[in-house]
Structure formats: structure tokens, C-alpha cells
């Protein structure tokens, strides 16, 4: 049924016509992707800091999972972003349960409290 669909389709608006992807539509996608990614890694050190607080410490096993989604991270983010997108992971947060505000280039300060947040303020280093 799959290959049927295609071959009408072809058939519609013939043979050497290629489709191409929206910019929106790809945007879509990388921004679906990065908050799947961040809340995935969000909850890896939500369940850590439970599992610390009963005085299970899980670093020596869970270090060499998150030196390797760093090594992922910078391939596809890059190094500046990747160091931005951890630390907002792993230290944004202060121990009375506030967020740390991101303060940029300029010195200018924002309190990014959601995965979405983080993504906003990421583009602006998208080229660099």
C-alpha cells in the first residue's frame, strides 16, 4: 500500500520532480528533537538527585553516559552551546529550587525555566 501511495503520487506530478522540505518544517523538527533531548536528560538527573538523596550515588556508572551525549552534543550543537544547554541541565538549579539566571555575552541576565526557553535563547548562536 505504502509503495502504491508513492507510485501515484509520482504518477501525479511526475517522475522527476523532487520535494523539498519547508524551512519551517525543518526548523519544526530540530526544535522537537533538542526539547525531547533536554527533557530526556532533565529526568536521567531528576532521578539522579533522588537516588542521591537515599545515598545511592550513581556518578561513577552514569559519567561515562553523559561524557558521551557531551561528545554527541558538541558534534551537533557545537561547544558553546553544548556548555550552555549542560549547565542549564545540571547546575541552573540552586538548592532552595530557583533557577540560576544565563547572563550572555553583553551581560545581560534571563531566567530560562523551560526546555523551550533554552532553545529560544540558543538560536542566537546559531552560525557561530
Known amino acids: 500500500m505504502e509503495n502504491e501511495k508513492f507510485k501515484n503520487l509520482s504518477e ?8 523539498k522540505e519547508s524551512a519551517k518544517s ?7 528533537f533538542f526539547l525531547e533531548l533536554i527533557e530526556n536528560m532533565c529526568q536521567i538527573e531528576a532521578v539522579n538527585a ?18 558521551s551525549m557531551r561528545m554527541m552534543m558538541e558534534k551537533y550543537f557545537g561547544e558553546l552551546k553544548t556548555e550552555i544547554i549542560l549547565w542549564w541541565i545540571f547546575d541552573s538549579i540552586s ?8 547572563m550572555d555575552e553583553k551581560g545581560i541576565k ?19
Not at 525543518?26 to 522537537?32: A, H, I, P, R, S
Not at 533522588?50 to 561524557?67: A, M, Q, R, S, W
Not at 538548592?95 to 544565563?102: A, M
Not at 534571563?110 to 557561530?128: C, E, N, V
Open 12 to 19: 501525479l506530478v511526475g517522475k522527476h520532480v523532487k520535494v
Open 26 to 32: 525543518t526548523e519544526k523538527k530540530k526544535e522537537k
Open 50 to 67: 533522588i537516588l542521591e538523596t537515599i545515598g545511592i550515588h550513581v556518578e561513577k556508572y552514569d559519567n561515562p553516559y553523559v561524557h
Open 95 to 102: 538548592p532552595e529550587g530557583g533557577v540560576y539566571p544565563l
Open 110 to 128: 534571563y531566567s530560562i525555566k523551560t526546555p523551550l526557553q533554552l532553545y529560544k535563547f540558543l538560536k542566537r548562536y546559531d552560525g557561530k
